[in-house]
């Protein structure tokens, strides 16, 4: 049990508390450790100075997925028994940490320093901080989890927004050689060591029975896919609705990074055959159009879950997600137009996915370890991210070398995202509410009443 500082107890909201300063402490992390997506800043310089391959360039930045997926699976449980300030402290500690381990790795030319500290370490800061306000937020927002998660996801899509820009401009500041990227390594990692340190001094947990003013009780919400039970992280991997979540929500991932991973040489590929061929300057604005796509979809999409439901929003992300597909399929190289819109929706989709999963598991499994649940549910992130990338890289490179061109590198690969929604869209429509034998027993009636009918004693 943690003590002191960093202890739960210590961050029990006084009466007077209000829930909305829980999103930014939420924002300060997520907004740090969403700098993983702009690890491509560094990729060509470090190529250029330490002899790197393509390859390895991307080495820190694929262990650091694989490192947030198995940190978030093997770490939920201590970040749901110690509370959102430990975790935060040690998302802080390590995220921070990797960029100065890299920063020494470069000074001294030891480039396994670099993957070691960005992408092992630095990995460890990612999943750990990535769930760590999640249970927090929705039992501070029962009657908004999809939003309040939303806001938090979103920072993570949209880190890389502030952290490109803010990268480059550090390196050609600090100018040429090694020296200007350990200096921004260097800078990153004390930047963000303060930046999320509001986020460890600001979050607080809602008192025990606390619930928002006006707020309806699941038991007599118009749905059937809300419960009041709860149940713990062991018994969710026994349930068939976990595994279900888990195909709906890799698939989902799938699709999306399908694209979002080859987005630029997609584009210029399509339509390098036509009257109007796409040039690198073109392509870098599709990639950020993606990008702000990614970020609005993770709040938008989720915020209206909360309106339509989890199962309904879901079925949108899947279902009309494949009919994009086509539409890209069919259109070819005919329409830069519908290319660009069909692959923002699609690409909204897939952030979407990402912040409607943790309120979709909390009306299934409840409160009690949702974080836990969705650190273990996080591993099909980890699963997509290598089977998205593989399966478009390696039928464009086998198409490349039959002799094809434009959209025919693509065709099957199109084709084979639109099965696999479909797969998630049944996946999807068989989730049911959870068998009560898997729900944690009720300590008493007196705290129960206390747990579904309490006051608000925070403001709202």
Request: net charge neutral; glycine share 12%; charged share 10%.
């Amino acid at each position: 049990m943690v003590e002191g500082f960093l202890a739960r107890s210590r961050i029990i909201a006084p009466h007077g508390w209000s829930r909305w300063l829980v999103p930014p402490a939420a924002l300060a992390v997520h907004l740090s450790i969403g700098q993983v997506y702009a690890w491509s800043v560094f990729k060509s310089p470090l190529e250029t100075e330490m002899g790197l391959s393509g390859t390895a360039s991307a080495l820190p930045f694929q262990l650091g997925i694989v490192m947030l997926g198995l940190s978030a699976a093997f770490g939920g449980t201590l970040v749901e028994r110690n509370g959102p300030r430990w975790a935060m402290f040690v998302a802080t500690a390590c995220f921070s940490s990797g960029f100065l381990i890299s920063a020494l790795g470069v000074v001294l030319g030891q480039y396994w320093l670099v993957v070691l500290g960005y992408g092992a370490v630095g990995g460890i800061g990612l999943g750990i901080g990535y769930i760590s306000p999640v249970s927090t937020l929705m039992k501070w927002f029962p009657d908004r989890p999809g939003m309040a998660t939303g806001i938090a996801i979103m920072g993570f899509g949209g880190g890389a927004l502030i952290a490109s820009p803010w990268s480059a401009g550090m390196l050609s500041a600090f100018g040429d050689g090694r020296g200007a990227i350990a200096q921004s390594f260097l800078v990153h990692g004390l930047v963000y060591a303060v930046f999320m340190s509001l986020g460890v001094f600001l979050v607080r947990v809602p008192p025990e029975g606390w619930r928002p003013r006006g707020w309806v009780p699941a038991e007599k919400a118009a749905t059937s896919m809300i419960t009041t039970a709860n149940v713990s992280a062991r018994n969710a991997l026994r349930t068939s609705q976990f595994w279900l979540l888990w195909g709906v929500l890799c698939l989902n991932v799938t699709a999306g990074i399908a694209i979002l991973e080859k987005a630029a040489p997609m584009i210029r590929n399509f339509f390098a055959a036509t009257a109007t061929p796409v040039g690198a300057g073109a392509a870098a604005g599709f990639v950020a159009l993606l990008s702000l796509a990614n970020m609005a979809g993770r709040f938008v999409w989720s915020s209206i879950s909360d309106l339509v439901g989890r199962k309904n929003v879901y079925r949108l992300y899947l279902g009309v997600g494949a009919l994009l597909y086509l539409v890209i399929a069919l259109a070819g190289d005919t329409s830069l137009p519908v290319f660009v819109l069909s692959a923002m929706l699609i690409i909204s989709f897939y952030g979407g996915g990402f912040s409607t999963i943790p309120a979709y598991l909390k009306d299934l499994f409840g409160t009690y370890q949702v974080g836990a649940i969705h650190g273990r549910l996080l591993t099909a992130w980890s699963a997509a991210g290598i089977l998205g990338p593989l399966v478009v890289n390696a039928i464009a490179d086998a198409q490349e070398r039959a002799g094809a061109s434009g959209p025919q590198l693509y065709a099957l690969s199109l084709y084979i995202m639109i099965g696999l929604l479909i797969v998630g869209f049944t996946a999807n429509e068989l989730v049911r509410p959870v068998d009560p034998k898997h729900h944690e027993p009720v300590a008493d009636d007196e705290n129960r009443e206390r747990h579904e009918s309490g006051e608000a004693e925070v403001e709202r």
